[in-house]
């Protein structure tokens, strides 16, 4: 399992949590609700590395475009110390001055073995 790079993203990061739960409602206006599953809440980190060097940014985007968004790797949120699992699907790679780049990435946490 490959781990991601150790470049801490910038101050600003956003983490949701989005927990899957069941609801129903009957008809006296009474609902119930539930989890669902033994995984039910994965984690969203929005993720942003702004100014970076050429080798920083290539170092990362290099990491993701390898898991192609379908391979999972081990990432540490910036507010713990314990590896998850993690995808990154969709992520943006901008020059907004000679040499530097700035990348933004959705990781969302999976459950895998």
Request: proline share 6%; net charge negative; hydrophobic share 35%.
């Amino acid at each position: 399992m490959a781990t991601f790079p150790d470049i801490a993203p910038d101050y600003g990061a956003s983490k949701k949590a989005q927990p899957n739960v069941r609801s129903i409602q009957f008809g006296s206006g009474y609902s119930q609700r539930a989890t669902f599953g033994i995984n039910q809440d994965p984690k969203v980190w929005d993720l942003s590395w702004q100014n970076r060097t050429t080798a920083d940014a290539n170092s990362i985007e290099d990491f993701l475009e390898a898991r192609a968004g379908v391979e999972s790797f081990n990432w540490s949120p910036p507010d713990e110390a314990t590896s998850y699992k993690w995808v990154c699907q969709s992520w943006t790679k901008t020059m907004p001055y000679l040499n530097l780049f700035n990348i933004t990435a959705t990781f969302v946490q999976v459950f895998e073995t």
